[in-house]
T-cell receptor, first 112, second 111 residues
Framework: DAGVIQSPRHEVTEMGQEVTLRCKPI?????LFWYRQTMMRGLELLIY????????DSGMPEDRFSAKMPNASFSTLKIQPSEPRDSAVYFC??????????FGSGTRLTVV | KQEVTQIPAALSVPEGENLVLNCSFT??????LQWFRQDPGKGLTSLLL?????REQTSGRLNASLDKSSGRSTLYIAASQPGDSATYLC??????????FGTGTSLTVIP
C-alpha cells in the first residue's frame, strides 16, 4: 500500500487565488481527516468524513474553506480566496474504525 | 471535550540514556491511544497504537504503556540515539474515530 497520498507537496500562491489540496486515503479506510499545522497553533482538526459523509466541520476556520469527498478514494480541501494567514502545512489522514491514523506527507502552503 | 497534555515540552539527553515521555488525558473513556513521531518539515509517523483493552505495546527500543484509570500514557525509549531526535506526539481517540492531539515533546539526543 502506498499510504495516504497528498498533492501537491508544496504550493505557493498569491493572495486571493483559489487553492485546491488533494488527498487519496488508504484503500479500505472509512474515515478521512484534514488537519492544519502551524507553529503557533499546532495540529488543528479542520474536518473529518466517515464513509464519505462530512461528520464534523466545526474546525473549518471560515467560509473560505470547503472540503469534499466525492468517493471513498478521493478528497479535496479548497480555499477560496486564499489569504497569507492560511499559510501552513495541511495534512490528510485516514483510518479504519478504532485502528489509528495514517498520515500523508502533507502539503506546505505559502500564500504571498 | 478531551484534553491531552504532554510534559515536558522539550527534552535534551545524552546519547545512550533511557528516557520517558509523558502524556495525560482528562477523559478516561478512550478507544485507543497512538504515539507519533514527527521530524522537522515532515509528516507524522505512527510509532505505537495501544487499544483500550491493552496495557502496553512494544516495538524495538520503544515501549508505550497505558493506564486509563489515571489518564496517563508513557513512551519509554531505551538506549537513545541521535536519530531519535524529533517531536513526539500523543493522540487519544475518545469517540471511536476522532483523535485529540497533545502539543508534543521535542526530543534532542546529543551525540
Amino acid at each position: 500500500d502506498a499510504g495516504v497520498i497528498q498533492s501537491p507537496r508544496h504550493e505557493v500562491t498569491e493572495m486571493g487565488q483559489e487553492v485546491t489540496l488533494r488527498c487519496k486515503p488508504i484503500s479500505g479506510h472509512n474515515s478521512l481527516f484534514w488537519y492544519r499545522q502551524t507553529m503557533m497553533r499546532g495540529l488543528e482538526l479542520l474536518i473529518y468524513f466517515n464513509n464519505n459523509v462530512p461528520i464534523d466541520d466545526s474546525g473549518m476556520p471560515e467560509d473560505r474553506f470547503s472540503a469534499k469527498m466525492p468517493n471513498a478514494s478521493f478528497s479535496t480541501l479548497k480555499i477560496q480566496p486564499s489569504e497569507p494567514r492560511d499559510s501552513a502545512v495541511y495534512f490528510c489522514a485516514s483510518s479504519s474504525q478504532g485502528w489509528g491514523y495514517t498520515f500523508g506527507s502533507g502539503t506546505r502552503l505559502t500564500v504571498v | 471535550k478531551q484534553e491531552v497534555t504532554q510534559i515536558p515540552a522539550a527534552l535534551s539527553v545524552p546519547e545512550g540514556e533511557n528516557l520517558v515521555l509523558n502524556c495525560s488525558f482528562t477523559d478516561s473513556a478512550i478507544y485507543n491511544l497512538q504515539w507519533f513521531r514527527q521530524d522537522p518539515g515532515k509528516g507524522l509517523t505512527s510509532l505505537l497504537l495501544i487499544q483500550s483493552s491493552q496495557r502496553e505495546q512494544t516495538s524495538g527500543r520503544l515501549n508505550a504503556s497505558l493506564d486509563k484509570s489515571s489518564g496517563r500514557s508513557t513512551l519509554y525509549i531505551a538506549a537513545s540515539q541521535p536519530g531519535d531526535s524529533a517531536t513526539y506526539l500523543c493522540a487519544v481517540d475518545s469517540a471511536g474515530n476522532q483523535f485529540y492531539f497533545g502539543t508534543g515533546t521535542s526530543l534532542t539526543v546529543i551525540p
